[in-house]
């Protein structure tokens, strides 16, 4: 019997699964099914080569598709309830047209928030939890703007109460629970997978004197900008990394001196305040770099596992030093 994998939009969770299931066919509606040519320049290949799934005779996808995506993005205009309104909205359309075309008793592997109707249709319902538990997220972002009251972005946005219960009995009906990191599997007690095993960490580096630390994920409140600030006040040759995004706060956090956007850095700080699996955490456990994260962010093998916004922890394991979590 085929396995049927439904992706919404272009996501890096769908090449494990690929591999995974080497036979199973892929409901794409994004696809490209060309390679994009070699000629091409890198600023229009990247983006083409993202969306090229390898795959053409597995793949189903809709022509046009990307014209809509362009629509619903200029609708959006950075607002952050509309974006998530627009997702929500594709994504149980995309159920219901992936229950139209996909044959009943497939076991179907679907995204959260895109399996309410496939799962009355599959045989075995996999879900795969590529957005956060939102239950758990409203939780930590009351968390994190009690903490910070005055950062705009934790205040912005929470998911409706029915959006909440959506994901919540979609999870419940499902045979399987695919999520991207161990904080979130430790919540679901046990009954969810992890999408991609841990790394093994490589043997780990020493950390200079004058280190360039790097904030893992986007540049943003929830991920621990203030934190990662706050320790720069108290650590006059240390340098930060970030990676700005729309929403980074604060907005004026480039302007610091010893604040960067590139460099090779000696040790990355995963100081979410929510779940999160920042790939830089990943990176770093497989080249030796230590890694000082929230248990919202760790894997094992981490530095030091501390508490969203511990300054003083923070800076006594970079200083110190901690042997690997297991």
Do not use: K
């Not at 994920?217 to 040759?237: D, I, K, M, Y």
């Amino acid at each position: 019997m085929s396995t049927w994998i439904l992706c919404p939009e272009p996501a890096a969770w769908l090449s494990p699964l690929l591999d995974a299931h080497p036979t199973a066919r892929v409901f794409a509606p994004w696809a490209l099914p060309v390679a994009p040519p070699r000629r091409l320049l890198g600023r229009l290949r990247r983006p083409w080569a993202a969306r090229h799934i390898p795959l053409p005779a597995r793949t189903l996808w809709i022509p046009g598709w990307q014209a809509a995506e362009a629509i619903q993005r200029r609708w959006e205009g950075g607002d952050v309830a509309r974006r998530f309104r627009m997702l929500r909205a594709r994504r149980h359309a995309l159920d219901r047209l992936a229950a139209a075309c996909i044959p009943e008793g497939r076991d179907i592997i679907a995204p959260t928030l895109a399996a309410t109707v496939l799962r009355g249709r599959a045989s075995h319902l996999t879900v795969v939890l590529d957005l956060p538990l939102l239950s758990l997220l409203h939780r930590d972002l009351d968390a994190a703007a009690a903490a910070l009251p005055r950062s705009t972005f934790l205040n912005n946005y929470r998911a409706p109460h029915d959006a909440v219960m959506d994901q919540e009995r979609e999870l419940h009906a499902a045979d399987a629970v695919l999520v991207r990191a161990p904080y979130t599997q430790a919540q679901l007690g046990g009954r969810a997978a992890l999408l991609s095993p841990p790394p093994s960490p490589a043997p780990r580096r020493p950390l200079p004197s004058a280190p360039l630390l790097q904030l893992a994920g986007a540049a943003t409140a929830r991920n621990g900008t203030h934190a990662a600030l706050a320790l720069l006040e108290r650590w006059p040759s240390a340098r930060l990394r970030v990676r700005p995004t729309e929403g980074t706060e604060p907005t004026s956090l480039l302007d610091h001196p010893r604040v960067q956007t590139d460099g090779t850095p000696d040790a990355v700080l995963a100081l979410s305040w929510c779940a999160s699996a920042p790939p830089e955490v990943r990176a770093a456990l497989a080249d030796g770099i230590p890694v000082v994260a929230t248990d919202r962010a760790a894997l094992p093998g981490v530095a030091a596992i501390v508490s969203p916004g511990d300054v003083d922890a923070i800076e006594s394991a970079l200083r110190r030093g901690s042997r690997p979590t297991r």
